[in-house]
């Protein structure tokens, strides 16, 4: 059982270890962290899926360990664009996407987080992994190969893009009290949603979509501004890509 703590130390460790796999410079070959990392079928990616979603208990630690799974994906990903065009990224890309992020239940977690002063409570493992690491792996695979996704970024923007500014707009006010959990869902939020805005480096096409107006967008920069201005998290910034400060 993963309740045992013998099986989830030993998993925890194990995803600890995959990261540091990943941003090792000198002594793994490239082709052999890719062959460790990657999963070997769609099938077996599926049945992991749909356990996700069909899981009654949302703090399951199979979905805790299994987002850590995708993370090192997502991180592998952006260290190794050319493994965003591999047969097996895109299916668990177009997945998620489908499955994940254009559902109801995405958009109820993007409601959640408007309310200010949210208890810990409320992030559990299932919520986590629709918010971060969908949001995680959207983010590296649009940077990396945005011509097979299966969606248009008009599309994503229209659905989720105005809960996800009022996200911003409301968190963003009180940057001082953000808890790990809020500052992980808004770091990969920011992230994903930078992805599709910047579609193929088109500036400024799909900036229009996201904000109609000039007010909106510039409440937007502020609330920008003030995240990024917060001190104490210069401390933690790191040379890689790897927490959710960077």
Known sequence: SLND???SDL???????????IFNQDDIK?????????PQSAHQVNKIFEQIKQDKNDNDLFITFTSLWFDNIAFLIHEYPSIGHSPIIIHIVHYLATHFLLTEQFKLYL??????????????????????TCSLCL?????????????????????????????IQIQSSTVSLLGKELLTC???LIGFMRAFVWWEGEIGSKLKILFPTEKILCEYIE???????????YKSIMSEWSNDET
């Open 5 to 7: 703590s013998i099986y």
């Open 11 to 21: 998993l925890q460790s194990l995803a600890i270890c995959n990261k540091q796999i």
């Open 30 to 38: 490239d082709d052999i962290k890719i062959s460790l990392l990657l």
């Open 111 to 132: 409601i959640q987080l408007q309310q200010p002063q949210l208890s810990s409570s409320i992030f559990t493992a299932k919520q986590l992994f629709y918010i971060k």
């Open 139 to 167: 983010d590296a695979f649009f940077y990396a190969n945005p011509q097979t996704f299966s969606y248009t970024p008009e599309q994503i923007i229209e659905y989720i893009g105005n809960e996800y500014l009022k996200v």
């Open 186 to 188: 808004m770091t990969h």
């Open 223 to 233: 609330a920008l501004v003030r995240i990024v201005d917060y001190k104490p998290f």
